[in-house]
T-cell receptor, first 112, second 112 residues
Framework: DAGVIQSPRHEVTEMGQEVTLRCKPI?????LFWYRQTMMRGLELLIY????????DSGMPEDRFSAKMPNASFSTLKIQPSEPRDSAVYFC??????????FGPGTRLTVT | DQQVKQNSPSLSVQEGRISILNCDYT??????FLWYKKYPAEGPTFLIS?????DKNEDGRFTVFLNKSAKHLSLHIVPSQPGDSAVYFC???????????FGKGTKLTVNP
């Protein structure tokens, strides 16, 4: 079975542009998480969904960030407008009814 | 406020010896703990976990120890192999919450 799929793997964009990151969770998993990893702050939870419903978005840094999960097999994280401080690796993870989360390979975002 | 702390950013050991990675937590409500391993350019992968009702869990070369009174857990790898070289993250969950709180990671290098 395929793991969590993220696209693109790398994104380079200019400040002010809109960025959309995509995630396909593992089939049958009912929760989906978006994380951001930076050297300074480590792995931070941005938002998570349960059965496609956003449950906790307290980690979303500001209104420039938004996330959607229109169905059980797809989620997006959008940054508009992007800023250089948004440069990081963004991970998507999904989980079944257990504690373990399964991570995708990440999207490395660079905003110049 | 960092609730999960990995105070050693890096650790270097010789092949065949024991690797001990440490993790401290501050929130006494945490009741489930996990270790993840991360290779460069990949997402974290689940390694081993332990519930707060136990003080030890073993899986092959990997053993996790939990000391609730000290709010401390450790991951032992015996014997260490060069393929174990990776960043190891400690994570904690509380009260059935789906959220995981991660430490900043320890980079383990196993020298041949």
């Amino acid at each position: 079975d395929a793991g969590v799929i993220q696209s693109p793997r790398h994104e380079v964009t200019e400040m002010g542009q809109e960025v959309t990151l995509r995630c396909k969770p593992i089939s049958g998993h009912n929760s989906l998480f978006w994380y951001r990893q930076t050297m300074m702050r480590g792995l931070e939870l941005l938002i998570y969904f349960n059965n496609n419903v956003p449950i906790d978005d307290s980690g979303m840094p500001e209104d420039r960030f938004s996330a959607k999960m229109p169905n059980a097999s797809f989620s997006t994280l959008k940054i508009q407008p992007s800023e250089p401080r948004d440069s990081a690796v963004y991970f998507c993870a999904s989980k079944p009814d257990t504690y373990e989360q399964y991570f995708g390979p990440g999207t490395r975002l660079t905003v110049t | 406020d960092q609730q999960v702390k990995q105070n050693s950013p890096s650790l270097s050991v010789q092949e065949g010896r024991i690797s001990i990675l440490n993790c401290d937590y501050t929130n006494s409500m945490f009741d489930y703990f996990l270790w993840y391993k991360k290779y460069p350019a990949e997402g974290p992968t689940f390694l081993i976990s332990i519930s707060s009702i136990k003080d030890k869990n073993e899986d092959g070369r990997f053993t996790v120890f939990l000391n609730k009174s000290a709010k401390h857990l450790s991951l032992h790898i015996v014997p260490s192999q060069p393929g174990d070289s990776a960043v190891y993250f400690c994570a904690a969950s509380k009260g059935g919450s789906e959220k995981l709180v991660f430490g900043k990671g320890t980079k383990l290098t196993v020298n041949p």
